[in-house]
């Protein structure tokens, strides 16, 4: 295999990966560095793809642009902006082309299990086909996500719920795969290197501490070790309090 990575779930990811043999996925670290995506590309084209590596790379630095003014205006809005440089400067950038084929005769549909995400940020995009669900939050109901044309999905995540001490909610999310069309996605992740800290402000008498101070990638080791859970009970069960 060429699309490897010492990082859990930063390479190829093969059928089965999301709990589901529709799914596949390449990925390519570092998006950000054009060298990185050219590294990318000389694996699967012997002589390299000048056109692929610039759209990707220009793709991955729009969608950074984005994860950045997002974090800026979610860190503003609970009044810790102070806290926003050193989180950016602390960040990479994964990103992850993705395919689902439609199910066979017999086969189930779901192309990806109920998960919740395990980066600190995920954006998403979609070629025409749909099939991407959030759970509404505590309750059993699902409702497809439309893509508007040149509109991302913005998922919180595990990790990002345990920043803000339980504020934000990582959505529960499947990927069912209805036509006879096959499905791609991307998505642009960022992962903090380091102790992921709940910020003091986020703690008080009516909001004590719920998540104790956690390596990202040892969290990503651990999850990847024993994924028990899928959704949120992961952290809870790494680092909860
Ligand atoms: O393909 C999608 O739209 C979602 C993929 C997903 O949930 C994931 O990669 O975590
Ligand atoms: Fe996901």
New binding site residues.
């Given amino acids: 295999m060429k699309n490897t990575s010492d990082k859990p779930f930063h390479g190829y990811l093969g059928p089965s990966s999301?709990g589901s043999p529709l799914y596949e996925?390449f990925g390519i670290e570092y998006c950000t560095s054009y060298d990185d995506v050219q590294s990318f590309a000389n694996l699967m084209w012997p002589s390299g793809n000048g056109n692929f590596s610039k759209t990707m790379h220009s793709y991955a630095n729009l969608v950074s642009q984005l994860d950045n003014m997002v974090m800026k205006m979610v860190f503003e809005s609970y009044g810790v902006e102070k806290y926003y440089e050193s989180h950016n400067e602390s960040i990479s950038y994964l990103l992850?082309v993705?395919k689902?084929r439609p199910a066979k005769a017999g086969e189930s549909n779901l192309?990806?299990a109920i998960?919740t995400?395990k980066p600190f940020l995920?954006i998403?995009n979609?070629n025409q086909v749909g099939?991407?669900e959030v759970q509404i939050k505590d309750s059993d109901e699902w409702v497809a996500v439309e893509f508007l044309p040149s509109s991302f999905?913005v998922m919180a995540t595990d990790p990002f719920m345990a920043w803000s001490n339980g504020r934000l909610r990582a959505p529960r999310?499947r990927?069912v795969m209805n036509g006879k069309e096959d499905?791609h996605?991307i998505?642009l992740s960022t992962f903090k290197n380091g102790t992921v800290e709940i910020p003091e402000e986020f703690i008080d008498d009516e909001h004590p501490l719920r998540f104790k101070p956690f390596d990202h990638f040892k969290y990503l080791e651990s999850f990847a070790k024993n994924p028990t859970y899928l959704d949120e009970r992961a952290i809870i069960s790494f680092c909860g309090v």
């Fill in positions: 999301l996925s992850k993705m689902y192309g990806a998960h995400d995920t998403l979609q099939g991407l999905v999310h990927v499905r996605s998505a």
